[in-house]
């Protein structure tokens, strides 16, 4: 069974079908008040990514239950106020960088933080987005901040997975799912969070360490940088 370490999708849907697939697992919630709505799940921690703090209270509680973790979903991801509108030439200096604080550098704090628990034979799986795919924007105007930020996650997960020999890393696309962010503007999602959780997992479930540092999406196809 998967010690998973989940920080912060929506809580009740993910939840549910972390249990159908029986797997033991902790989720994060950025704040203790929304752990009050937490329900059934695993037992809950607070951790806002973009808190060093934070981060390493969450750490000194899980590690006082458990010494290992074997997957680390790094799911937590923010745009701009007004996604997916961002022309390059619009953006705002601070919502820039706030972006690319919770994306990519709470990403990376975490996971040094809890890199010791998953050592060895753990996974790391970045919840990234097609959008940070370079290759896949050519043309495109929206979004500017988000795919810079998950442009530079995917890095990171290269790096992280070059440096790291024995954990697995992988970014991963969920879809365009039918979220608060996949839902903004009115906009219609196509994929459920079931539908994307469920492919997730079984494109995870795929990987070896072979694949460390590689780019995929929810439905099992590789994904170019
Ligand atoms: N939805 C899509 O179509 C889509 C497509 C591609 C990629 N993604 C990626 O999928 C991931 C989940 O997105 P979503 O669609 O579920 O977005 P969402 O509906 O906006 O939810 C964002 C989640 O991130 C959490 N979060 C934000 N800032 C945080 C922080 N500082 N510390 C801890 N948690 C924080 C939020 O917690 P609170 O509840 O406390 O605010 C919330 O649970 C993100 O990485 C996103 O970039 C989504």
Same mark, same amino acid.
């Given at each position: 069974m998967y010690h998973s370490f989940h920080i912060c999708w929506r809580r009740t849907p993910l939840s549910d079908l972390y249990y159908l697939h029986g797997r033991l697992f902790y989720v994060l919630f950025r704040t203790y008040r929304t752990v009050l709505d937490a #329900?059934?799940?695993g037992p809950p921690l607070a951790c806002d990514v973009a808190s060093d703090a934070s981060i390493a209270d969450c750490l000194k509680a899980f590690s006082a239950r458990h010494d290992h973790l074997d997957l680390l979903v790094n799911n937590a991801g923010i745009s701009t106020p007004d996604h997916p509108d961002d022309p390059a030439t619009g953006i705002r200096r601070e919502d820039l960088l706030r972006v690319l604080d919770v994306n990519v550098a709470g990403v990376c704090a975490v996971t040094q933080a809890f890199l010791p628990l998953l050592r060895k034979n753990g996974r790391v799986m970045n919840v990234s +987005? =097609? =959008? #940070? +795919?370079v290759e896949l924007s050519r043309g495109a105007t929206s979004a500017t901040s988000y795919r810079c930020s998950k442009a530079s996650l995917n890095m990171l997960t290269t790096m992280f997975a070059n440096e790291v020999a024995d954990v697995t890393f992988v970014s991963m696309h969920p879809g365009w799912v039918q979220t608060d962010m996949g839902g903004s503007k009115g906009r219609k999602a196509p994929v459920t969070v079931e539908q994307s959780v469920v492919g997730m997992l079984d494109t995870l479930e795929k990987r070896? =360490?072979?694949? +460390?540092g590689s780019f995929w999406g929810f439905d099992g196809t590789a994904l170019p940088y």
């Open positions: #329900g059934k799940q +987005s =097609l =959008l #940070g +795919s070896t =360490l072979a694949d +460390s």
